[in-house]
């Protein structure tokens, strides 16, 4: 039931991410560095699900490079956030080995699952990195919750956020 309840999490925050630079273009805006990032998240978690492969790392791996040349160059937090979390992508998708698909979105690792990561492989560099990054996504969610009681109302992408860091650090967790 949990499996399930994080899969429709995951479709509605990428629609909602989807839905949001629709608005941003029909009212002719620049489309925000953070929407674009959380419909490429969500987008992969769906990929993941649908058709688990290594090779769908290079578009992440593109958007990290993009949002930590901006971060680096704007200084600015959101764009090294959104930059770590496309990097996460990198290496969920990195390590998937082609499997049958359907399981839910947010399943990884064991034996039951379509996608096998490589932070399971021998050695000492790959587990700690998952852990990081699983703390890191973990984290990012709890900040994202934080946004959620504060006063003013809650912002729409902080749900979104919250959705995908914590379906993140839920893979995460789970394939290790």
Do not use: K
């Not at 769906?46 to 990290?64: D, N």
Request: hydrophobic letters at 55%; proline letters at 6%; glycine letters at 8%.
């Amino acid at each position: 039931m949990f499996e399930q309840v994080m899969t429709g999490t995951v479709i509605a925050a990428t629609v909602t991410a989807l839905v949001r630079l629709g608005i941003g273009h029909r009212n002719r805006e620049d489309p925000c560095h953070v929407d674009v990032a959380q419909l490429m998240m969500g987008l992969g978690m769906i990929a993941m699900h649908v058709t688990p492969s290594p090779l769908l790392a290079g578009p992440f791996l593109v958007l990290a490079c993009w949002l930590g040349f901006r971060a680096a160059w704007l200084r600015t937090g959101s764009h090294l956030h959104h930059a770590i979390g496309a990097l996460a992508m990198v290496y969920m998708f990195a390590g998937q080995q082609s499997g049958a698909a359907g399981a839910p979105l947010v399943t990884a690792g064991h034996h039951h699952a379509s996608v096998t990561i490589a932070a399971q492989a021998p050695g000492f560099a790959y587990p700690l990195l998952a852990w990081s990054l699983m703390a890191y996504c973990a984290l990012a969610a709890g900040f994202a919750a934080t946004d959620l009681v504060r006063t003013p109302p809650p912002r729409l992408r902080s749900l979104v956020e919250l959705a995908l860091s914590a379906a993140m650090a839920h893979m995460f967790l789970v394939m290790l």
